[in-house]
Antibody, heavy 122, light 108 residues
Framework: EVQLLESGGGLVQPGGSLRLSCAAS????????MSWVRQAPGKGLEWVSS????????YSADSVKGRFTISRDNSKNTLYLQMNNLRAEDTALYYC???????????????WGQGTLVTVSS | SYVVTQPPSVSVAPGQTARITCGGN??????VHWYQQKPGQAPVLVVY???DRPSGIPERFSGSNSGNTATLTISRVEVGDEADYYC???????????FGGGTKLTVL
């Protein structure tokens, strides 16, 4: 059974940093592109960042580029999101998502974690 | 950047057919995926690559994509189908994932 367990969320002041983790199990982690998707309270889904199987290629939304960094450790079956210079508008539930098989052009997310809440407030 | 547009809400009676659209410039040339999200739950993939269903998704869920509009069709709608539905594509010009704004399906 595929499981994705996010952790690392919490309350942080504007300008602060957090590192989210996503522990994966039930599949060959090193064979799949992984992503972070967030959802602000009462709002829709917003893609944050994706990383390929080796970690050598990643893409990020313009809203987080230069502030957030996605990475992975295939030896630990873990996905990360380093978030720096956090803003109030980054407040959201952050989901870890596994990509379906296939390349970037057909990228979809077949498994999702339950999310970890990040609140940016003074 | 590429934009996909969904109606904010769709209402349908139980047993009827619900159609949720996702509009975008030449979206027919892209792979479109659909997610169902119920309150307090993570999204669930219900249709991928325009019209394929993951295992465990009822045949009542189907998809199509042509021209400037992709459509998620839910046949014989049940009360349990009430949820938010999101379409998603890959914007190859900007190497970004794009989600639609979501459509709230209400089963009257």
């Amino acid at each position: 059974e595929v499981q994705l367990l996010e952790s690392g969320g919490g309350l942080v002041q504007p300008g602060g940093s957090l590192r989210l983790s996503c522990a994966a199990s039930g599949f060959t982690f090193s064979s799949y592109t992984m992503s972070w998707v967030r959802q602000a309270p009462g709002k829709g889904l917003e893609w944050v960042s994706s990383i390929n199987v080796s970690g050598g290629s990643s893409y990020s939304a313009d809203s987080v580029k230069g502030r957030f960094t996605i990475s992975r450790d295939n030896s630990k079956n873990t996905l990360y999101l380093q978030m720096n210079n956090l803003r109030a508008e980054d407040t959201a539930l952050y989901y870890c998502a596994k990509a379906s098989p296939g390349g970037w052009l057909r990228l979809s997310f077949d498994y999702w974690g339950q999310g970890t809440l990040v609140t940016v407030s003074s | 950047s590429y934009v996909v547009t969904q109606p904010p809400s769709v209402s349908v009676a139980p047993g009827q057919t619900a159609r949720i659209t996702c509009g975008g410039n030449s979206i027919g040339r892209k792979s479109v995926h659909w997610y169902q999200q119920k309150p307090g739950q993570a999204p669930v993939l219900v249709v991928y690559e325009d019209s394929d269903r993951p295992s465990g998704i009822p045949e009542r869920f189907s998809g199509s994509n042509s021209g400037n509009t992709a459509t998620l069709t839910i046949s014989r709608v049940e009360v349990g189908d009430e949820a938010d539905y999101y379409c998603q594509v890959w914007d190859s010009n900007n190497d970004h994932v794009v989600f639609g704004g979501g459509t709230k399906l209400t089963v009257l």
